[in-house]
């Protein structure tokens, strides 16, 4: 996704000197900002980095904070971001299921300026998660593997591969339950 979403950016002409001669070469033109939400999103945030290796980086610490009622809402803990105004914002997280964390973490990133462009990337999206992200951020570019119709009483995306987090490090001890 990485490569697509470079095809989009802006670059501009040098002039590049080689022992053979000068060569015309394209370089990026944009300041690159990867954001990517913990825990989940980090071998993405990852992957991002191995084509865009010399961009800045932003992270948020959300997750649900799950009610004894079967609803939730969306914490944030942790958020740190370069200046982002005038940059391209990439954020990332392997699933968007109702799109709340992400739509709080755009905000959030928000506090550090006001982006260029805003790109965000997800593996399997819901249906309903793009819709509330759209809605949110109608000017954003959405990039996907795949989108899922359902979604469960509780928000999982049916389908979907499970826990990112837990496929990635392992099943947490505490999982926000109150």
Same mark, same amino acid.
């Given at each position: $996704? /990485?490569?697509?979403?470079?095809?989009?950016?802006?670059?501009?002409?040098?002039?590049?000197?080689?022992?053979?001669?000068?060569?015309? #070469? $394209?370089?990026?033109?944009?300041?690159?900002?990867?954001?990517?939400?913990?825990? &989940?999103?980090?071998? $993405?945030?990852?992957?991002?980095?191995?084509?865009?290796?010399? @961009?800045?980086?932003?992270?948020?610490? /959300?997750?649900?904070?799950?009610?004894?009622?079967?609803?939730?809402?969306?914490?944030?803990?942790?958020?740190?971001?370069?200046?982002?105004?005038?940059?391209?914002?990439?954020? #990332?997280? +392997? $699933?968007? &299921?109702?799109? /709340?964390?992400?739509? =709080?973490?755009?905000? @959030?990133?928000?506090?550090?300026?006001?982006?260029?462009?805003?790109?965000?990337?997800?593996?399997? &999206?819901?249906?309903?998660?793009?819709?509330?992200?759209?809605?949110?951020? +109608?000017?954003?570019?959405?990039?996907?593997?795949?989108?899922?119709?359902?979604?469960? @009483?509780?928000?999982?995306?049916? +389908?979907?591969?499970?826990?990112?987090?837990?496929? /990635?490090?392992?099943? =947490?001890?505490?999982?926000?339950?109150?």
């Amino acid at each position: $996704m /990485a490569y697509e979403i470079s095809k989009k950016l802006r670059y501009e002409s040098i002039q590049t000197v080689t022992p053979l001669g000068v060569a015309e #070469c $394209m370089t990026l033109n944009d300041d690159i900002v990867l954001s990517t939400i913990l825990r &989940a999103g980090l071998p $993405m945030h990852d992957g991002m980095l191995s084509v865009f290796d010399r @961009a800045e980086n932003a992270f948020v610490s /959300a997750y649900r904070s799950n009610h004894k009622d079967g609803t939730f809402e969306i914490s944030l803990e942790y958020i740190t971001s370069p200046e982002l105004d005038n940059k391209v914002l990439i954020i #990332c997280d +392997p $699933m968007l &299921a109702t799109g /709340a964390s992400m739509v =709080k973490s755009i905000k @959030a990133l928000m506090e550090y300026g006001t982006p260029r462009e805003i790109h965000i990337v997800a593996i399997i &999206a819901s249906s309903a998660g793009l819709e509330y992200v759209n809605l949110a951020f +109608p000017e954003a570019n959405i990039w996907i593997g795949h989108e899922d119709e359902e979604l469960t @009483a509780r928000s999982y995306i049916v +389908p979907g591969l499970g826990d990112a987090g837990d496929l /990635a490090y392992g099943k =947490k001890t505490y999982d926000g339950e109150e």
